[in-house]
């Protein structure tokens, strides 16, 4: 079974900048989640998806992230303009839907980010 | 506001012996508890958890504590071998704030010497 894809896995880009990321989420999972890893910390939540909708997105800087899932399948995310603090690991992840807690959390390899 | 803490960036053992890891939270309304394995460039594998009704949770050489009166758990492997090299991160998730919503602590990196 093929893991959760990410691409790109590295990305250099100056301040003020547009960067996008992209994941697929391993097949027939609805539930996926984008985190931000920054060094030294453990991964944050960013915004949840269930199919095509958002589930949470309390931690998502509105102002300059965007994340969206069309299709119910794979998901963008999207930071405009890149601030320096926006250096980080983004990690995507997938769930299979089954409403409880037990939903183990599969985890993409990430995309490094880093803003000059 | 750091919900969950992990206090040690890392450890050190020799192999065949007992790794501990530790974990603190301070939210009261956690009450489901995972560990994750993190290896370098890749993202983080589920590795086991323990539900607030629970003290202890068993899977082969991984057993996770739960101390819900001190809000603190541990991982223990036993025995350690060379391939538990990795951070290991704690993660804690409450049923009434969102049951998927996890909130992880800063890491450890645990080594594990030949």
């Known amino acids: 079974e093929a893991g959760v894809a990410q691409s790109p896995r590295y990305k250099i880009i100056e301040k003020r900048q547009s960067v996008a990321f992209w994941c697929n989420p391993i097949?027939?999972?609805?539930?996926l989640y984008w985190y931000q890893q920054i060094l030294g910390q453990g991964p944050k939540l960013l915004i949840q998806?269930?199919?095509?909708?958002?589930?949470?997105d309390s931690q998502l800087p509105k102002d300059r992230f965007s994340a969206e899932r069309l299709k119910g399948v794979d998901s963008t995310l999207k930071i405009q303009p890149a601030k320096l603090e926006d250096s980080a690991v983004y990690l995507c992840?997938?769930?299979?839907?089954?409403?409880?807690?037990?939903?183990?959390?599969?985890f993409g390899p990430g995309t490094r980010l880093l803003v000059l | 506001d750091q919900q969950v803490k992990q206090n040690s960036p890392s450890l050190s053992v020799q192999e065949g012996r007992i790794s501990i890891l530790n974990c603190d939270y301070t939210?009261?309304?956690?009450?489901?508890f995972l560990w994750y394995k993190k290896y370098p460039a890749e993202g983080p594998t589920f590795l086991i958890s323990?539900?607030?009704?629970?003290d202890k949770n068993e899977d082969g050489r991984f057993t996770v504590f739960l101390n819900k009166s001190a809000k603190h758990l541990s991982l223990h492997i036993v025995p350690s071998q060379p391939g538990d090299s990795a951070v290991y991160f704690c993660?804690?998730?409450?049923?009434?704030?969102?049951?998927?919503?996890?909130?992880f602590g800063q890491g450890t990196r645990l080594t594990i010497n030949p």
């Open positions: 998806f269930q199919n095509n909708g958002v589930v949470d």
């Open positions: 097949s027939g999972h609805a539930t």
């Open positions: 992840a997938s769930s299979q839907f089954t409403g409880t807690r037990e939903e183990t959390q599969y």
């Open positions: 939210n009261s309304m956690f009450d489901y």
């Open positions: 323990i539900s607030s009704i629970k």
């Open positions: 993660a804690a998730s409450s049923s009434r704030q969102g049951a998927q919503k996890l909130v």
